[in-house]
């Protein structure tokens, strides 16, 4: 809201302005005569009235802005002083609204406390009903058993009396449990040799099974070893004929490097012996390296353009300015 009251203002003061310093028309010059009565046409009046005037229609645009800025610190004032009312009523609106949430989440958690409590009645006595139900039928299970027993001993009492026979026939044993222990023992006995015996058979299956893995796995590396070897053999002869290839290209270079060398040799001899030859013939100190080429040869390009210019002015060679040249640079 108060940019917009700025640019308002703003957009008040250049229209004012715009009118004070545009040129009016007529019509707007006899209203202006009319309110003062006195005033004279603007073109009639001397330039210092009419600065006056001009300054005077700005001080009262001032004076009007100074009010729109007056009215315009009053409303903002206003507009602070009720945003200030607005958080006030926002801070208690919020400090009621958390003591009535804490207000009913109390009132939900007690309430919730209730519902468990009565839940956790209903979950117990259901179990107590759940359990007396199950002891019941485990009662019942356990008097069935206990007449399927009953059934099962008048049945194998018979047996009873033919193991109480062979007790007194064979005199090996004192008495009925301890030969039904024998029993037992070879009973476990021949389960567990057939248990070993069906662990042997599976324990062969598995190592034929392994045999024929390690025989398939095994073919197949020979298979692949011998592909291996059949491609290094071929790598291995093309690494030979690339050796002999490169032996003879090694060859050709160390020969194109001695042929080299001794061109450069020769070419190093006939440069020091025109070198020699030429700072005989000239009388130039020679106080150049064996080895500098370079610097002997530039000495020899000097004499020649001295000799060239000996040639071409026909001076003697002691009292040419080339010559001199040239031993001042020696």
């Known amino acids: ?11 008040a003061l250049r229209d004012k302005l715009r009118l004070l ?20 046409s603007p073109a009639t009046l001397p330039p210092s009235t009419r600065v006056l005037l001009k300054r005077r229609e700005v001080a009262e645009a001032e004076r009007e802005l100074q009010n729109q ?13 009720r945003r200030q009312q607005l958080a006030r009523r926002r801070e208690q609106h919020r400090d009621a609204v958390l003591r009535f949430e804490s207000f009913l989440k109390a009132v939900a958690a007690r309430r919730e406390r209730e519902l468990r409590r009565a839940d956790e009645e209903r979950a117990r006595e259901a179990a107590e009903q759940a359990e007396s139900a199950r002891l019941r039928r485990e009662l019942e299970r356990l008097r069935r058993h206990r007449e399927s027993l009953a059934r099962r001993l008048r049945s194998l009492r018979p047996f009873g009396d033919y193991l109480r026979d062979v007790l007194a026939t064979t005199e090996q044993f004192q008495d009925v449990p301890a030969m039904l222990v024998h029993l037992g023992v070879l009973a476990e006995v021949r389960a567990a040799l057939a248990r070993e015996a069906e662990a042997g058979q599976e324990q062969l299956a598995q190592g034929r099974a392994q045999l024929q893995r390690y ?19 071929t790598r291995l002869e093309a690494a030979r004929q ?3 290839q490169w032996e003879s290209c090694w060859t050709h270079i160390q020969s194109t490097a001695t042929q080299k060398t001794l061109l450069l040799g020769q070419i190093k001899l006939a440069v020091l012996n025109l070198f020699q030859q030429t700072t005989a013939q000239l009388r130039i100190p020679t106080d150049r390296a064996q080895e500098d080429t370079k610097a002997q040869l530039d ?13 071409a002015t026909d001076r003697h060679p002691q009292h040419h300015r080339s010559v001199r040249l040239l031993q001042g640079h020696k």
């Not at 809201?1 to 703003?10: H, S, T």
């Open 242 to 244: 690339d050796v002999l």
């Open 299 to 311: 000495t020899v390009l000097l004499c020649m353009k001295a000799l060239s210019d000996i040639c």
């Open 1 to 11: 809201m108060e940019p917009e009251l700025e640019e308002r203002v703003r957009e």
């Open 21 to 40: 310093l545009s040129p009016r028309s007529p019509a707007e010059l006899r209203s202006a005569r009319g309110r003062t009565g006195t005033a004279r």
């Open 69 to 81: 800025r007056q009215e315009f610190q009053q409303r903002m004032q206003h507009l602070a002083q």
């Open 215 to 233: 025989r398939q796995e095994s073919s197949t590396q020979l298979v692949g070893t011998r592909n291996e070897l059949a491609r290094l053999h």
